[in-house]
Antibody, heavy 120, light 107 residues
Framework: QVRLQQSGPGVVKPSETLSLTCSVSGGSITNYYWAWIRQSPGKGLEWIGHIHHTGSPNYNPSLKSRVTISMDTSKTHFSLRLTPVTAADSAVYFC??????????????WGQGTTVTVSS | DIQMTQSPSSLSASVGDRVTITCQTRQDIRKSLNWYRQEAGKAPQLLIH???DLEPGVPSRFSGSGSGTDFTFTIISLQPEDVATYYC?????????FGQGTRLEIK
């Protein structure tokens, strides 16, 4: 059974960097894309971007200048980096498995979510 | 970006009722649409992919239909455990986008 476990700080100061990691266990990381999605009361669910194990990420244009999604060389986890952050980046952040390789771009496995608050 | 317009934003229905949620787009997304449910405090759960294909383990009282710009999600007979917020999601073009959600409550 594939499991996604998120880790990272819950509070980030304005203008600093939000960094989250999603560890994948129980299954192969090579046959899927891996995504970051966030959810805030004001904007609902927002796709941030995704990455394939070949290393070619796609980003939401609204965040592209500030976001980096990477995958570690051992391919057991992937990460999100967003900088600089503002209060508008306060949200619940989810990592998810994305079936884009199989054609339906559906998010069929999710991490537990991390509530990130941008505050000084 | 492809904007997803979901309606209603909330609804209240009785156990056993038939419930319908719609999702509309301004541009043709063919059949590139998925549906999710999200219980309070939890991550979304994929219910239906490619408009009408149920994920393994999803009860048959859930169904989806449509193509192009108009899509429908139906619960044939509402159950108490169906209380949640439901979202549509398109993947016809990046960036992937979601509807704003429909909060479903039991009367």
């Amino acid at each position: 059974q594939v499991r996604l476990q998120q880790s990272g700080p819950g509070v980030v100061k304005p203008s600093e960097t939000l960094s989250l990691t999603c560890s994948v266990s129980g299954g192969s990381i090579t046959n899927y894309y891996w995504a970051w999605i966030r959810q805030s009361p004001g904007k609902g669910l927002e796709w941030i971007g995704h990455i394939h194990h070949t290393g070619s990420p796609n980003y939401n244009p609204s965040l592209k200048s500030r976001v980096t999604i990477s995958m570690d060389t051992s391919k057991t986890h992937f990460s999100l980096r967003l900088t600089p952050v503002t209060a508008a980046d306060s949200a619940v952040y989810f990592c998810a498995r994305d079936r884009a390789v199989w054609g339906d771009d559906a998010f069929d496995m999710w991490g537990q979510g991390t509530t990130v608050t941008v505050s000084s | 970006d492809i904007q997803m317009t979901q309606s209603p934003s909330s609804l209240s229905a009785s156990v056993g009722d038939r419930v319908t949620i719609t999702c509309q787009t301004r541009q043709d997304i063919r059949k590139s649409l998925n549906w999710y449910r999200q219980e309070a405090g939890k991550a979304p759960q994929l219910l239906i992919h490619d408009v009408s294909d149920l994920e393994p383990g999803v009860p048959s009282r859930f169904s989806g239909s449509g193509s192009g710009t108009d899509f429908t999600f139906t619960i044939i007979s509402l159950q108490p455990e169906d209380v949640a917020t439901y979202y549509c999601q398109q993947y016809d073009a990046l960036p992937i986008t979601f509807g704003q959600g429909t909060r479903l409550e039991i009367k």
